[in-house]
C-alpha cells in the first residue's frame, strides 16, 4: 500500500513540491506566451490546468498512459488530425517509461513551423533522490530524463531544437526562483523547459499492426502438398 507521500495525486498537488514546480513552470510559460503563434494549444500533464492556462485543451495523462479531460484517448493515438496543433505542451508527461510510438505522434499532430515545449525533471538535480524516496512504493515510478536524450529522440523524427531554460529551486521545499536561466549553475535545478520546433512537414513511419486473415477456402481451392502438372492434351 502507497503512503500519502507516495500517492500520484498528493504527489503533484498544490501543496506539495512537485505541485509548486507545476505552478512556476506554468508562469514561466504564461510569461513567454506572447512569442507563440496563435493556433491550437495542446497541453498534457499530471495535473489539471488552472484558468492562466485557459486557452490551452488541457488533458491530464495517467499511470495507465490515458489522456482525460478535453478528450480521452491514449497518448500513443492522438484522435487529431496530421498538423493541427500549433503548439504542443508534454508537462512531465515524459519523466515515465512511454510507448516510443508518443513521440511519433507528437510530431505528427504538430503543424509546420509549430513548437513542442518540454518540462522534464532534471535527473542531476536533488530533486532526483528526494523523488525516488517519495514514490519507493509505487509501481510506475518517475523516469527523469536527460535534456539532451529527449531533443535527440525528437530530433530523429525532424524537430530542431530551439532553446532550453533551466526552472525551479536546486532543493524540494527551497524558495524557488521564477527567473528560468540557461547558466551552468541553473543545471541542478529542478526542472528544464525544452523548446523544440517543426521547420517542415514530417513523415512519421506507421506502426506494423498484425492483422488476422481468416480465408473460408471451398476443398477444391485448398493447395496440395505435391503440386501436379499436366503434359499433353
Known amino acids: 500500500m502507497s503512503s500519502p507521500e507516495s500517492d500520484p495525486a498528493t504527489l503533484w498537488s498544490a501543496a506539495s513540491p512537485l505541485g509548486e514546480l507545476l505552478a512556476t513552470e506554468r508562469r514561466w510559460f504564461v510569461q513567454r ?3 507563440i503563434a496563435p493556433g491550437t494549444r495542446l497541453w498534457i500533464g499530471p495535473a489539471a490546468l488552472d484558468a492562466a492556462n485557459g486557452d490551452c485543451v488541457a488533458l491530464v495523462l495517467g499511470d495507465d498512459g490515458l489522456l482525460s479531460g478535453g478528450l480521452h484517448a491514449r497518448a ?3 484522435p487529431l488530425s496530421d498538423g493541427s496543433v500549433r503548439l504542443l505542451v508534454l508537462q512531465h508527461a515524459l519523466d515515465r517509461r512511454v510507448d516510443p510510438a508518443v513521440f511519433g505522434e507528437c510530431v505528427r499532430v504538430l503543424a509546420t513551423g509549430g513548437e513542442i515545449v518540454v518540462f522534464g525533471l532534471n535527473p542531476i538535480s536533488p530533486w532526483r533522490p528526494w523523488l525516488a524516496w517519495q514514490t519507493r512504493s509505487q509501481r510506475a515510478r518517475p523516469r527523469p530524463r536527460m535534456a539532451s536524450r529527449i531533443a535527440a ?6 524537430l530542431g531544437r530551439e532553446d532550453i531554460s533551466w526552472l525551479g529551486s536546486s532543493h524540494p521545499g527551497a524558495v524557488g526562483d521564477d527567473e528560468a536561466s540557461s547558466s551552468r549553475r541553473a543545471m ?24 488476422a486473415r481468416a480465408l473460408d477456402l471451398a476443398p477444391g481451392l485448398v493447395p496440395s502438398a505435391t503440386p501436379r502438372i499436366r503434359v499433353g492434351a
Open 153 to 158: 529522440l525528437f530530433g530523429q523524427l525532424g
Open 188 to 211: 541542478f535545478r529542478a526542472a528544464y523547459a525544452l523548446t523544440m520546433k517543426k521547420p517542415h512537414d514530417t513523415v512519421i513511419p506507421l506502426r506494423p499492426r498484425e492483422i
Open 76 to 78: 500513443d493515438a492522438l
Open 33 to 35: 506566451r506572447t512569442s
